[in-house]
Structures are given as C-alpha cells and as structure tokens.
C-alpha cells in the first residue's frame, strides 16, 4: 500500500485520465519551508492539522500513477490562480523550461 502525500497536479485532466499518471508537485505542513525559496505558500490545512500553512515544493516535481497509489482530491481541492501561477513560475525558474 502505498501512503500519498498532499500533491499539486499540475497535469491537465485528459492527460491524466488517459494514461493514470498525474505529474506535480508534492505539499507540505513542514515550517522550516516558511523560508524556503523554493517553496509556495498556497493556504491553511484543515484536518488533522487545522491551522498550519501548506508549501508546495516547486524544487521536487514528480509524478505517480494515480489508480494504482488511490490517488484522490486534496480537501483544500484547489489553489487561487494568483498562488499557481506563482507555483508555475518558481517551477520555471528551477528548471528553465521556457
């Protein structure tokens, strides 16, 4: 079994259903990301960790199958565009696709 972290997809929905892979970047609760310059503050958790900021780190795209993890929508279910396109941004800075 494996164990999902929180994930931005940033892959578009028909590219995802048809081949089962979602590429993103993972999320994360930890504080020390709070300087972090390769990580986006994008909300607040709710949950188990209710309050605490969320990151998601541009640093680390990756991708996963998402029937065989059980990949399923985060209950924050979506980021402002403001915040994405800062995600997208840093994730350019980092890997100079365009």
Excluded: W
Aim: proline share 7%; hydrophobic share 45%; aromatic share 8%.
């Amino acid at each position: 079994m494996f164990l999902l972290h929180p994930f931005l997809v940033l892959s578009p929905k028909a590219f995802n259903e048809r081949t089962s892979l979602v590429i993103g970047l993972p999320m994360t609760t930890a504080s020390y990301n709070s300087d972090n310059p390769f990580a986006v503050a994008v909300g607040v958790t709710g949950g188990r960790k209710a309050g605490q900021a969320s990151y998601v780190l541009c640093h680390q795209p990756k991708s996963f199958d998402r029937r065989l993890c059980g990949g399923a929508p985060h209950p924050m279910k979506s980021v402002t565009d403001a915040r994405f396109a800062e995600v997208l941004a840093l994730l350019n800075h980092v890997m100079q696709l365009v």
